[in-house]
């Protein structure tokens, strides 16, 4: 596993000149003009926005690619502008019109026009990676996504969505990855075999954005470097690099050296002795992450619903807030983090060993039975595999604990090969129905599916509850909507195949000479622009 020593650290920043020259002297502090993160980055695959989807991934793209509509900075309560300076919803609640926001430019010097727009989400449709159900679920496919989504002078974008759906929900997608504008001709340009520019897009940007990508060296760093053409001016810091370090202790030894500006992924034990170093200062904010246990109904005894709610009772939920998770994470047990429209807090499991095994026998596995359960070598989910492999042994259930990178889980997760898995879900854009669609969404068991969302991944099949999802998409009347989530995340929590566990905080910790670090809920509203160094 990759660990960045010194003399390699030093190394990389003399790399960096002319943006920054690193003195002798100063060599216990990052260049003033460049942030060191340090985190785990081994869910990086891809970093076309169109294909995108991982959470670290999503981050980045989220500081090279404007998009459509955003969520700034400034207020990440209220949705503004990005791309697009102003919009219109049709009376029929189906076609709306976005006014490009003039003298836009890409890195490249090219114009961004409406024309970019309309190709960035037409090639997400047409592609339909791992993202394009997000576009899809509105009617739109490979063969009349050009017709329905399309530039009608350089300066308006017309999007029309065949079903009437919330329009707040179609206008958050507008600040979704997936309504990243990227720069036609320079993709275009690098196209190959007919891919869209896919296999380009995975190493390199053609954005607009306040950063543009240097390098992504896999398992080791991401470089990125300010636009100092970007709409909303130059970003305060010219560089910002990502450092792939993922155990805990070695954030800590290079933030207290001066190695790194950030540590992203310390542990309560790590954090507790940086309360009386006068240089770090440790910043907590609610975060909208859930992390769960899918369950694979393929795996026979899973697709009893007694023997998942059984799985749901022996998996010690506080005791895990109360310890090794104390203060980054609460119990929290439907698929709408709270701080969402809609959210709720319903937690009704906690461990009950007798009343698991009462369950367990129902279905005819008196003696419980085995299963393999995947996790990430990153923490917390080492810790979280092993004390559910512990709880889960007292009702009978033999857990055995497969070990990888965060890759390899995501892969096994994506071809439906893992029997347990643990892992963590991010929202996609501020409206209930991000997480919905993907938890709930289950009509479709054929293999490619039209998307693959959470239910197909675990081969749940619910074509009723996928009904009401969309319902609950549909309706315009606010209140009826929030309680149609509420009801519908009950269901999904008492009989789906997801074992949720907790909703995270955020705990960041940096040197203290950092300032304006961004507080969103999720990946999607951290914006490097605005940090600075005093």
Partial sequence: MFKLTRRQALAAFSAMAPVATWSPKVEAATPRDALVI????????????????????IEICTNLYDRILRYEADDLSKMVGGIAESWEVGADGKTYTFKIRPGQKFMSGNAVTAEDCAWSLQRVVIMNKTSGFLLTQF????????????????????????????????????????????????????????????????????????????????????????????RLGAPKLRRVIMRHVPEPGSQRLQLERGDIDVARGLTPDQLTPLAANKDIRVESFPGANNFYAIMNLKHGPLADVRVRRAVKMLVDY???????????????????????FGATPYNPFKLDVEGAKRLLAEAGYPNGFEVRLSANTNNPFPQIAQAMQQTMALGGIKVTIASGDARQVIGEIRGRTFQMAVIS????????????????????????????????????????????MRKAAQELDGKKREQMYIELQKKVTDEGPYVWMFQNNWVIAMRSNLQGYPKGLFEDQFFYRTISKT
């Fill in 38 to 57: 340090a985190k785990s980055i081994d869910d990086i695959i891809t970093l076309d926005p169109g294909e995108c989807y991982e959470l670290t991934g």
């Fill in 139 to 230: 009617g739109w496919n490979k063969d009349n996504v050009k017709e329905l989504v399309k530039a009608t002078s350089p300066d308006t974008l017309v999007i029309n969505v065949p079903a009437a759906f919330a329009p707040t929900l179609v206008l958050n997608m507008m600040t979704s990855i997936v309504a990243s504008v990227v720069d036609m001709k320079t993709a275009l340009a690098n196209e190959k075999d007919g891919d869209l520019a896919n296999a380009w897009l995975k190493t390199n940007s053609a954005s607009s954005g306040a950063y543009k990508l240097v390098a992504w060296r896999p398992n080791e760093s991401v470089t990125l470097e300010a636009n100092p053409a970007f």
């Fill in 318 to 340: 506080q005791a895990m807030a109360n310890t090794f998770l104390k203060d980054r994470f609460f119990v929290h047990q439907t698929f709408l983090p709270i701080g969402y």
């Fill in 425 to 468: 879900w991010a929202p996609d854009y501020f409206d209930p129905h991000t997480n919905a669609d993907f938890f709930v969404q289950g009509e479709d068991m054929s293999d490619p599916p039209k998307a693959r969302t959470g239910p197909w991944r675990a081969s749940w099949l619910i074509p009723e509850l996928t009904a009401e």
